[in-house]
Structure formats: structure tokens, C-alpha cells
């Protein structure tokens, strides 16, 4: 029987994907798993995965179509089968059948749906991965040729432009004569525009800091037995699969998630959602903004593990190829700035979740100690401060106040994440 491949959500805010390309072709055989095209969104260009095995029969859109999240993209079914549309379609809302039925107007390109930066001419198309990587490196986008659909300047577009020393001059600005006036003047004002992904991070925050009732409740960590913990496995461990701080934390959080139900929650209407998997967000920097990835059922996991698919996660969404996996179901999320010699900062919830955790520097600081029937005495220690927001309508300061102690159990006795 045949089945509907649609357009996925990547995410809280995502509303619609465009299409890139089609990696199979109608006739095409086609195995479950399998890439069946590129779709590109405000975050990244992603990969589209068949869930059914069979022979492509229909292409619903066109490469350069902005397609909503849940529209049927393609069909699949068996060698010979007749496919009618429509009968496709029958399990699905009123909404999606109607765009099923009636594919998206291949006359909504990139270009159409795109803002396009008011430096560059409105009529250049080019996706909004090749603009962010112009803008980064200033090249000139009339001095690019589009090999994408229609013309369309891509990613690769930009890099092969980088690579041509004839391009690359011209998309440099010429360095100024030197200037003897006594006085300088001031650089001129620059008006850049917003990418995609900048403006679904405004969009997506500014509804959690308006309609979320936050607060807050910070706490200070004993790492020492943590960093001499990670500094005898990662002396056994090979170069490339050594462990961060953050993945410690990671799995520490989760660990004490199982305590605390409420915190590894979201609200729908009246009522709690308590999640049974532990799923905890990453917040990884990518150009011109951040992601969150996610790794699933992170309780149950070893560090290893837990290291490794970070690593490859984090990668992928900087290099804009995340899977539609890495992204979705997150039930607790986590930002560490630590890595910026941050003391501590606070971190807006990633709706719908319940809170967030934002870590700071694990530091080594001046500490009081007091040994058993002697006078206090002021040593060298590792300590780490980390705040949770949490939503006032699912959890309460107490409960909050509880999940921190109990992650410092955890952190404090580091030999239980090994067990």
C-alpha cells in the first residue's frame, strides 16, 4: 500500500521547509531509511529519510518549492501500483489533504519566501545557508554564479566563489589610504539583515519570556572529584573520544531528572505532561545563532555513548546537516557557557519544557575548608555554579531548590555515573 512521505518539523517554531533537491526520481527504487531528498529550513539544510520501502511514484513538489511542515512531499508504494492522490491522503486532516492534493505552486521559491538583506539586490536567489556564509566571509553575491535549482545560489556556490582568487578580491573590500588627519572618523553604520534562523530564536524567546512565568535558583558545585574522574578516563581513552565536562553534566542531569518528574514535564492546557524518557536538549553554537540537540533517553546511557553522539550531533548542525532526530524530543534542555570562562548566567526555557539548566566555568578559586578539630583554612578548589529556570506553573522554588541538591550528589560523587 502506498505511503506519504511529508514535509518534517524540525522544531518548536518550524512552519515550513523548502526543497532543495530530490536524491531519488519517480521510478526510483527506494529502501526504508534511505535519503530521499535535501530539504533546507531556517536552522539547516537536512536530510529526508524514506519510512517506507517501494519505488518512488509520485514527486509532489519541486526543487525551490516552500512546502509547509506536514504536507505530503512524496508517495511511495510497490513496482506497478496505481497511486491516486487524493486516496493518499485519506488519513490525513482536512489541511493536509487540501495541500496534498494540491501541491505547493513551484512559483514559491526561496527567493519568494526569504527575506533578502538590504546590502544585496532583491532579485538575487540564494538559499539562506549561502547568505549567512556571505555575509561571514563578505562575498559579493552578484559576483556568484547559482548552480541550484534555477539559477539559485547554494552553499557550494559560495565556497567555490572563496576558492577563485578572482572572486575572493573582488568580494573584499579594497583597504582605505592612509589617513593623516589628525582626527578619525568613525565607521559608518552598518544595516545587516536578520537570517531566518535569528529571527525563529526572536520569535520562539520572546514568546517563552512573555507567556512562561521563570525563576530562578542557582546553586555551587564541588568538582574536584569530577575533574580528577575525567582526567584518569580520558588518560585511557583515545584522542577524538575524550570526555568534556559538559558530558559529565549532561548525564548528571539526567540522572537527577529521575528524581523529579516535574522537571522533565510540559504543560498542555490544564494538565502536567510527565515524560518517561529522559531526553536532555544540548545548546550548541552555530553560525548565527544556536540549536539544540538532543540526546534521547540520556539516563540510560554511558558517558561514552553520550559523548559521542554530541559530538557527532554538534557537528552536524554547524556543518547545517542535522537529522530530523538530533532536534526533536527534547524534555529538559541545558547551555553551557563554561567553555567562555562564564562565572554564571541565567537561560530562557525552550518551550514547551518545564526548564532549563545554564552552566558556568568549573574554576579553580580559593575555598575555606575546616578539617576535622582544626582552624578553617583557605585552599585551592574546583568549584562550578549553575542556574535552572523553571516554569512557575508546573514546579515551585522548593522543588527546585531539591533538583539542585540532588545534582550535586551526583556531580560530588562522580563514580555514580559510572554505575
Known sequence: MAETISMPKLGFDMREGVLVR????????????????????????VEVESSASGVVRKLLASPGDSVPVGAAIAVIGAEGEVVEIASTASDQSPATTAQTAAPVSSGASVAEALPVAQVLSSE??????ARKVARERSVDLRSVKGTGPGGRIVRRDIEAALASPSVEAKSQPALAPAVTAPRALAPADETVQTTKLRQAIGRRLVESKTSIPHFYVSHEYKMEALMELRQQINGVLPEGEKLSVNDFIVKAVALALRQFPNLNASLAGDKIIRYGAVNVGVAVTVPGGLMTVVVKDTDRKPL?????EVKAMAARAREGKVKPEDVDGSTFSTSNLGMYDVDEFIAIINPPEAAILAIGSAREVPVVVRPDGQAPQLVPGWRMKATISVDHRISDGSEAAQFMQALARVLEEPLRLLV
Open 304 to 308: 561514552r555513548q553520550i559523548s559521542t
Open 124 to 129: 538575487i536567489k540564494a538559499s539562506p545557508l
Open 22 to 45: 530530490w536524491v531519488k526520481n519517480e521510478g526510483d527504487a527506494i529502501n526504508k531509511g534511505d535519503v530521499l531528498a535535501e530539504i533546507e529550513t531556517d536552522k539547516a539544510t
